[in-house]
């Protein structure tokens, strides 16, 4: 047994899940299925449906946070939060008070410190669920996208994100991708992923979206996201599509923001659509919906979340969907601004949600809820129509009968050498050469031996090793450079470049870490001061792709689309010849000084 130290849940035997869920099972009277798991015929979860009072019902319908890293001995700071925000103590207080369908982990509530802490705070979770009265399995979800956006960190396996698997274009890549990161899942005991984005990034000024998108080309994007749904599902995780009806074209971020989306109908089925389609083709688990509002589609100024004409006349009717919808969360302001937040999720509801993810307060939006049927506002007849989704997808995920995790499970999968190895390969084939004056690279350790590695360091995605300058100094030396870091960050001072410069003088090349270069960042000072040295300057766009119209004077420009490890490191193999430059635009660069005009179009890259 792993011992994680006070508060770990210890993971139970197989009598004892026997023993929890053989009330479960038996009313059920499972039956064998062809997938993962033995899946009941429709009236048998509807007569578990008809024994839970509409307590249980309302709670069901809810997919809520909670801080701390045990589901009952979390630290006091956590305590504490909890109390502060839900009126709670622990995740196990949580499930009595609120009987709530679903968790979310995040790194920042400390619930993904270690994969065996993540498996025995799954486990908890489950235990202090099914010991309730008609207690049911928990549906525990996270946001495991990749790339920038991560929440369960190493030692698990990290892949490159979105617009990397994008420049690979490999649909066998993102089916690994998902199965593999599926897998890990799994064996933590989450087996919901808010995963793949499925947004088409058509606007290089989107705030929130950029490179957790696969790009701008609707079709490639819809092989990518059926792809990533594939693999995912296979490892017995559910697979959510986001943001419906699409978030690709904003410059707003829907945390801060109400984003108008102006697409015409007609462009709105050739761009947007087109990826969610391809999903739903794939048998997607679950899609998630946007705090955007896009007048072609709704005219009433609600936000798509509340939106019965999209979710139910669109999504449901039109798209033929029936799996689960899941709200984006609620505590983001573009679902607050036009109603308070007792009325955004019944709303949600009227409109054809399913789950009602993290509200700013539970305890409002529950009774919220409750008191809306109690009221006839909502009848029991529209929640049992939700819960009979929840509880399909809870079953084909085999929670109903093998809720638990085990710590030899965590052992054999979870960051294990091979799942490693394949995170490597897929990021050799993502990195983009977009310039190579006088073929610089590959760059020689013969010629040019020592390097200096310089610019921005922003926070790296969860569970990284970081910083950038770090990594990409460390990849280069294991290489057989001899290279120095130093971090000139995202907005250089004078001083910090006076600095890159003096370094410049001892190295044979420089290489930069940009990151959203702009026409006015200082980042362009920095690369100009460096090039002005004549020493060859190398730079790496860690983020975006776009900071290549911003320089157009370097020896040698890459992206990676992202500052996570493995795609450092991919980077560093592909600067130093080991690998060559497979990756090709999935996004158009527009020029500098004329946005209108295209630089570099999708599909452009280079190789040796």
């Avoid at 910090?496 to 930069?512: R, S």
Wanted: proline letters at 7%; hydrophobic letters at 40%; aromatic letters at 4%.
């Amino acid at each position: 047994m792993h011992d994680v130290g006070t508060g770990s849940t210890p993971t139970p035997s197989r009598r004892t899940v026997l023993a929890t869920t053989a009330g479960l099972t038996a009313a059920l009277a499972l039956t064998p299925g062809t997938g993962h798991a033995a899946v009941p015929a429709d009236d048998r979860l509807r007569t578990l449906i008809s024994r839970m009072t509409l307590e249980e019902k309302v709670g069901q319908l809810f997919v809520m946070r909670v801080y701390g890293h045990s589901a009952t001995e979390p630290d006091q700071a956590d305590i504490d939060a909890n109390l502060a925000e839900i009126g709670v103590r622990t995740a196990a207080e949580l499930i009595a008070k609120y009987r709530v369908g679903g968790i979310i982990y995040f790194t920042w509530a400390h619930n993904t410190r270690t994969p065996h802490q993540i498996a025995d705070l799954s486990n908890g979770i489950q235990k202090a669920s099914l010991a309730q009265p008609r207690g049911l399995p928990v549906l525990i979800a996270t946001d495991q996208e990749h790339g920038i956006v991560a929440r369960v960190g190493k030692p698990a396996t990290l892949f490159p994100g979105a617009m990397a698997i994008g420049a690979g274009g490999s649909r066998s890549d993102a089916r690994t991708l998902g199965r593999i990161a599926g897998a890990e899942l799994h064996a933590l005991g989450i087996r919901q992923d808010y995963s793949p984005d499925a947004d088409v990034n058509v606007n290089p000024a989107n705030p929130v979206i950029g490179v957790r998108s696969f790009g701008a080309d609707p079709d490639a994007v819809g092989g990518l996201v059926a792809a990533e749904v594939k693999g995912y599902q296979s490892s017995g995780v559910a697979a959510t599509a986001k943001h419906f009806p699409g978030h690709g074209d904003t410059a707003v971020d829907s945390h801060f923001g109400f984003p108008v989306i102006t697409h015409s109908r007609e462009l709105w089925e050739k761009l947007d659509a087109v990826p969610f389609r391809a999903a739903i083709r794939a048998g997607i688990d679950a899609i998630m919906t946007a705090h955007i509002m896009v007048p072609a589609l709704d005219d009433s100024g609600d936000p798509a979340t509340l939106s019965h004409p999209i979710l139910t006349g669109i999504l449901r009717e039109e798209l033929g969907y029936d799996g689960v919808v899941v709200t984006d969360s609620l505590g983001m302001e573009g679902v607050r601004q036009k109603y308070g937040d007792d009325r955004v999720p019944v709303l949600a509801l009227k409109a054809g949600v399913d789950q009602l993810l993290n509200p700013p307060s539970l305890d409002v939006a529950w009774n919220a809820v409750l008191k809306a049927v109690q009221g006839g506002e909502l009848t029991e007849a529209r929640l049992d129509e939700s819960l009979l989704r929840v509880l399909r997808l809870k079953a084909k995920l085999g929670l109903l009968d093998r809720p638990y995790v085990t710590d030899s499970g965590v052992d054999r999968t979870v960051g294990v050498p091979e799942h490693l190895r394949a995170a490597d390969r897929v990021a050799d084939r993502t990195t983009t050469l977009l310039v190579n004056q006088q073929g610089l690279l590959p760059l020689s350790r013969r010629t040019h031996p020592r390097l200096l590695v310089v610019g921005a360091d922003p926070a790296s995605p969860s569970g990284t090793d970081g910083p950038p300058t770090a990594v990409l100094a460390n990849a280069f030396t294991g290489l057989g450079f001899t290279a120095t870091a130093l971090s000139t960050g995202t907005a250089p001072s004078s001083a910090a470049i006076d600095n890159a410069v003096a370094a410049a003088g001892n190295a044979d090349a420089v290489v930069v870490a940009t990151y959203n270069v702009t026409a006015t960042s200082s980042q362009r000072t920095l690369v100009n001061r460096l090039i002005a040295t004549g020493k060859p300057v190398i730079t790496i766009a860690v983020r975006n792709p776009y900071d290549v119209a911003q320089l157009p004077d370097v020896g040698a420009c890459l992206a990676t689309y992202s500052w996570t490890d493995v795609e450092l490191r991919a980077a560093a193999r592909v600067v130093a010849g080991r690998v060559k430059p497979h990756g090709r635009l999935p996004v158009p660069v527009q020029r500098a000084d004329d946005p209108a005009q295209v630089l570099y179009p999708i599909g452009y890259g280079m190789s040796y």
